[in-house]
Structures are given as C-alpha cells and as structure tokens.
C-alpha cells in the first residue's frame, strides 16, 4: 500500500505562534493554544494526523509494510497493549525527547518512540481537553470575576452619574427658576415703563388737544372780533350811505325846478342803480355772515362815488334854484309885483331806484340791530354790480352811442351791457388785488394756492362720481380754509383763489375743452357745484369767459375807427404769438368752439344731489344766447364763426332745450334756417365749411323731430 504524501503548509506551523504552547508527541511538538477559550480541537487534531502519517512515511520507507499499522484495524501488537498501556502509565512522560526514531504501535491509539516509550494520543488529549476545560473555567472565572467587579465599577458609576445629574438637574432648575423670575421681573419693568409711558402719552395728548381747543377758541374770538370789526365798519359805511341817500331826497325836495332836476337826475340813474344794488348785495351778506375784508373796500368805493354824485347834484340844485330863484325876480320885476313863489313838489328819489323782486333765499330778519340793514334785501345780487374804480358811462349814454353809431347794428344792446358790466367787475378785481399780485411776500403763498388748484383741476374726468366728488371736496374745503394752503390768513387770499380757479377752468375750455368736447360736462358740474356755494366766483367765472370769448354774451364787436388790427383781434378773443403774428383761423375757431361748449354744458347741467338752489345759470341762459345771436345782424367776416358757435351750442343744449321749450325751440329752429341761415349765406356769399355742416343739422334735426343728447353727457345728480 502506497500514500501519496503532500507537503505540509507552512502557515500551519506557525499558526498562532505567539498564543500557543508546545507539547512533544512522537518526537514532534504539538501546537496548542495558550488561550485556552480560543483553542480550536480541529486544527490539534490536524496536526496530529499530519505528525502521525509523516512517521508513517518514514517507517514505511525503512521497512516494508503489509499490513495495517495504524488506525482502528490495526493488527500490530495487539498482545502488548495492556503492557504499553502500563508502560505509558509508568512514565506519563510526553516531553522527553529522544533521539531514536518513533514506533507506531499495533493498536490505533499509540504511538511509540525509538526508545521504546508509548504515548496514547487519546490520554493526551483527555488530558489537554481537561486542561483546555480547566484553563477555560479559569478565565471564565476570572472573567466572571472581572464582570462582576466592573459590574460594581460601573454602578458606582452610574451612581455617581445619578447623583451627579441629579445635582445638575437642581443646578439648571435652579438657573431656570432664577432666570424665569429675572423675566417676570423685567416683564414687570417693562410694563410698568409702558404704563407710564402711556401716562404720559395721554397727559401729552390730553395737553394738545386742550392746547388745540385754546387755540380754535382763540382763533374764534379773533374772527369774530374781525367779524365784528368787520361788520362795524361796514355797518359805519352803509349808515353813512344811507345819510347821503336822504341827503339826496332832501336835496330833491329842496330843489325849486323839479322838471330841471329830473333831466340832471336822470344822467346818473344808471349809476346811482349801480351803487343800491352793490349796497343790496352786502347787505344780503350781513344777513348771511359772509362778509369779507374786500366788502369794506367796495362800500367805501360806493359811498365815495355816491358822495361825488351826491355833490354834483348840491352843486346842480343850487344852480338851479338861483337860476329859478332869478327868473322868478326876473317874472316879478316884469309884473311890477312880488308874488310868493310856492315850494314846488319834490321828486321822489324812488324813481331811480330799480324796480325789486322777491327772493325766496332772504333770511328772517334778526333783532333790531339789523333792521335798517334787512329793509332792502329783497334782491339776490352779486358782487358782479360792483362799480369799477373809474366811473363808467351811464347806461342812457351808452345807448345814445349806440344809436348815433351804426357799426353798433351787429351789436345785442342788453350783451353789451352785461359784457360791460363783466368787463368793469374784472377791472375792479385786478385793482383790488393789484397789491397783493404785486407783493413779494405772498409769492410763495400765491404758488401754493395755484398749486393746490392746478392739480385737482387738471385731474378733473367723468370717469366715475366718486372720482369726481373727490376733486370738488378738494377745491371746496379749499376754498373754505379746511385744506393747506389756509387761503382764509390772508384778507385776500380766498379772491386769489377764486379768480385763479376761475382763470384755470376758463383755460381748461381752450384747451381740454376744445380737444375732448365731451369732457365739458364734468368740468361744468364742478363749476356749477362751486357757484351755488361761492356766487363771486360764479361772476369771475363769466368775467374770464367773456374776456376770454366774447361770443359767449354773446358779442360780435365790430372794429371801431381808429382802432388798430392788433386790438381789435384781441377784443374778439385772438391770440397773438411773441413774434407778433395772430393765431391762425382754425386754431381760434377751435378755442372758441371749447369755451362756447363749456358755457352751453353749464346752462344744461343739472345741480348736484341734495342741492335745492336756483341752477345759478341755468338753461334759459341758453336761449337767451341762441335769441340773442338770431336778433344780431349776420356779418361777413365773422359768419363762419357765428355759424359754428350755433351749431356747438346747439350739439350741446338742443336736446335740453328741445325737451323744455318744445314748440317755441321748434319754431325757433325754423326760423333759423328760413330766415336767419340765408342771410348768413348771402353775406358770407355761398358760406363755407361751417355754414354747410349748421345746415345739415338743422335740416337733420327738423326731420327727425328732436336732437340727440350730446356726447358725454353726465346723468342727473352725477356728482
């Protein structure tokens, strides 16, 4: 029998060198582990195998083998195993070496060495399995003991850890707690603080509005007190006016020759007319409580004009009562007899005075302070009756004029006075306020004022009532004093503003206007809106669109002789460039149809909702105008423009006017265009483009039986 032996790997022999001890077995040192609870039995029996079949080896080389040596059938030396047995027993010895080389014995289990020496393999390792057993016992003892004392490290530890943990718990509740006070604490101050601050706030407050409520109560006092002034003054001018007023009955009375006194009395009719309703309309403010410093000034005008009437008419009588008395002597003298001349009736002084008409916006009268200043405030006038600074012609000359100039044929007598008028009062504002215009000091305040009225009218659109109401809540709380600049500081700070706001819409005519024809309504339910509540600013209003556009009276001023072009165009509206040049034909055409529809959209504009007063120009303005240019003889160099007015005026009012006056506006029409529109065209020789589209309309229009509304116009009660 052969074996095919492999050579042993040498990681096996040096397998754990360092944790192993070494016992000698059959001349061979057997590796074991030193530690003995990693020992592996698989890898000693390994080796064990590799020792015992490498003797094998050799033995067989030496000597042939027919039989089995080794292993559970071996046949060798059967008889001595008890002996072998014995002998292992006796010498127990697995760590002698020896020189000779080993036997196997018969049996399986033991191996022999050269010196005869046995060894049972199975004893060797019971005895290393006990020993393996005993050194594992040992470390598990140890180990257990090792577990047992870091067990009890490891609770003193955690005993410690406990009460160290506990104790850092105390710590950080005790830091907690400290901070938690330390938070109400300063919680506490910061409320208190507050508190007092609050306080304080309130005491402040409470100090400014009692501040405030002193100065609102001064400020009372010191408007009444310059109310009262105020109404002093005036109440001295109007007694004085009053004493001269009965100083001219008793002078009429006094006079000798009332035929001759009627014709000098007859000459200044217009003007003494002129002075009552001026006196009639302050009175009328006395009532109201709307007295201004620029009143005082107007009825010192009026009773210094009154005076110098009032002089002339002594000085008349006087002449006319020596001149009377002379020809009575003169008579008597002739006569040779002295009769006695009787005193003749006097003429009543309420000859010149203007018929009145009642008013159903006077005011009961109040105590008897003011019963003087109440007897004639039957008459609703204006400040547009105020004289101008320079006496103007009496209303009798003025017709005279007119009637010994022929030119004055193409002129409406009653347009001409109210363009006059309109022309005096506007001259009489600027020499009021040509201090205040002139005076460097109110220029900043005069800027602001222009500003505060610049944006809210240039902002002015139909484009919702809220929008709307809200730009005139912004120039009414102006014009009151509610809203910065306080115009009510300076005496003439609110007729400043109201010229200026009137100026400005008058402007927004010419341009706005004339562009956007539709945007005349809204613009002209501001206007309306602030002429019930400012009547003054209503006449500036008209004073600016007659100075601007006199065909809005209307009045088609012919060029008088001796007048240059340059002031003719102007008196007619045109403007004139730096270079000298006047403005093109259909540029002025276009600014004079804006302005013409902005006063055609005020006479058809409905008053604002709650409001219960007269429309203060209201619809008959319209046809007043529309009568007016139909009773003017047409013109040829103006007969493009009175047609074009015309057709604006009647684009904007027609249907109004058509819906109010229904028949008369029908007839009205008819004789526009049979009789009126062909005398326009036979002067104008054929007419042009304006006298061709006033045609069409009114044939249109005739047709159709009525006049469509204009466009944009706003609903009743928009604003």
């Not at 100065?215 to 002093?232: A, F, G, I, S």
């Not at 005096?424 to 900043?444: A, D, G, M, V, W």
Request: net charge neutral; charged share 30%; glycine share 4%.
């Amino acid at each position: 029998m052969s074996f095919n032996w492999t050579k042993r790997k040498p990681e096996t022999d040096t397998m754990n060198r360092e944790n192993t001890r070494g016992i000698l077995c059959s001349g061979r040192i057997v590796k074991v582990n030193k530690n003995t609870n990693n020992m592996d039995i698989t890898s000693d029996f390994a080796c064990l195998k590799v020792s015992a079949l490498q003797k094998a080896s050799r033995i067989s080389a030496i000597t042939k083998i027919d039989r089995v040596t080794i292993g559970p059938q071996s046949a060798m030396y059967e008889d001595d195993s008890d002996k072998m047995d014995n002998i292992e027993n006796e010498k127990n010895s697995c760590n002698i070496k020896s020189p000779q080389k080993a036997v196997t014995s018969p049996k399986s289990n033991m191996v022999s060495s050269t010196n005869g020496i046995l060894f049972s393999i199975k004893k060797i390792l019971l005895e290393k399995e006990l020993q393996r057993k005993e050194e594992v016992m040992k470390e598990m003892k140890r180990r257990i003991q090792h577990m047992n004392d870091n067990g009890r490290v490891i609770q003193e530890q955690m005993a410690n850890s406990r009460s160290l943990m506990a104790r850092e718990r105390e710590r950080r509740t005790e830091e907690k707690l400290a901070e938690f006070l330390a938070e109400q604490e300063r919680i506490a101050e910061q409320d208190e603080i507050k508190r007092r601050h609050e306080q304080q706030l309130q005491m402040q407050r409470v100090q400014e509005q009692k501040e405030k409520l002193e100065r609102e109560v001064e400020e009372y006092r010191r408007r009444m007190k310059e109310k009262e002034e105020l109404l002093k003054s005036v109440l001295f001018h109007r007694s004085q006016f009053m004493a001269k007023y009965h100083d001219l009955e008793t002078l009429s009375k006094s006079c000798k020759d009332p035929e001759t006194f009627s014709m000098v009395i007859a000459t200044h009719t217009a003007r003494i007319r002129d002075l009552i309703l001026q006196i009639e309309a302050i009175d009328k403010k006395i009532v109201n409580g709307e007295l201004v410093a620029t009143d005082v000034n107007i009825i010192e005008t009026v009773v210094c004009h009154f005076d110098d009437i009032l002089n002339v008419f002594r000085s008349e009588t006087e002449k006319i009562n020596t001149q009377y008395e002379a020809e009575l002597v003169r008579k008597a003298q002739a006569a040779n007899e002295v009769q006695p001349v009787e005193e003749p009736n006097s003429v009543p002084i309420s000859n010149i005075i203007p018929p009145q008409q009642s008013d159903e916006s006077n005011v009961e009268k109040k105590g008897d302070q003011n019963s003087d200043i109440t007897t004639n405030q039957e008459t609703a006038v204006t400040l547009v009756n105020t004289p101008p600074v320079s006496d103007p012609k009496p209303e009798e000359e003025v017709k005279d004029s007119t009637r010994k100039n022929d030119s004055f044929e193409y002129v409406d007598k009653e347009s001409l006075q109210i363009y006059v008028r309109s022309q005096q009062f506007l001259q009489f504002y600027r020499e009021t306020c040509k201090e205040f215009l002139q005076s460097p000091s109110t220029k900043k305040f005069r800027f602001e004022c222009q500003k505060a009225i610049n944006i809210p009218v240039n902002a002015i659109s139909g484009v919702s009532e809220q929008h709307l109401r809200d730009k005139y809540d912004r120039l009414q709380n102006l014009l009151i004093g509610k809203l910065p600049p306080n115009v009510i500081q300076h005496p003439q700070g609110v007729i400043f503003c109201k010229n200026h706001l009137a100026k400005k819409i008058v402007s927004q005519g010419e341009t706005l206007v004339s562009s956007k024809p539709e945007m005349a309504f809204p613009v002209a339910m501001i206007v309306v809106a602030l002429w019930n509540e400012h009547p003054d600013f209503g006449e500036l209003f008209l004073a600016h669109l007659h100075e601007a556009c006199p065909f809005t009276v209307p009045m088609f001023l012919p060029q008088q002789e001796g007048q240059s072009n340059e002031d003719y165009y102007k008196s007619l509206g045109c403007k004139y460039s730096e270079d000298g040049t006047v403005e093109k034909q259909d540029k002025f055409l276009k600014r004079m149809s804006g302005l013409i529809r902005l006063y055609a959209s005020i006479t058809v504009t409905k008053q604002r909702k709650g409001v219960t007063k007269t429309h203060p120009h209201g619809l008959q303005h319209a046809w007043r105008w529309l009568a007016a240019v139909l009773n003017i003889e047409p013109r040829a160099d103006i007969c493009d423009l009175c047609a074009t007015l015309i057709l604006d005026m009647l684009e904007v009012a027609g249907n109004v006017l058509w819906t109010m006056y229904q028949k008369q506006f029908h007839k009205l029409l008819i004789l526009l265009i049979e009789k009126y529109y062909p005398r326009m065209r036979n002067v104008a020789d054929g007419g042009g483009g304006p006298l061709v589209r006033l045609e069409e309309f009114l044939k249109n229009a005739l047709i159709i039986g009525t006049i469509r509304p204009a466009d944009g116009m706003l609903p009743p009660h928009f604003l």
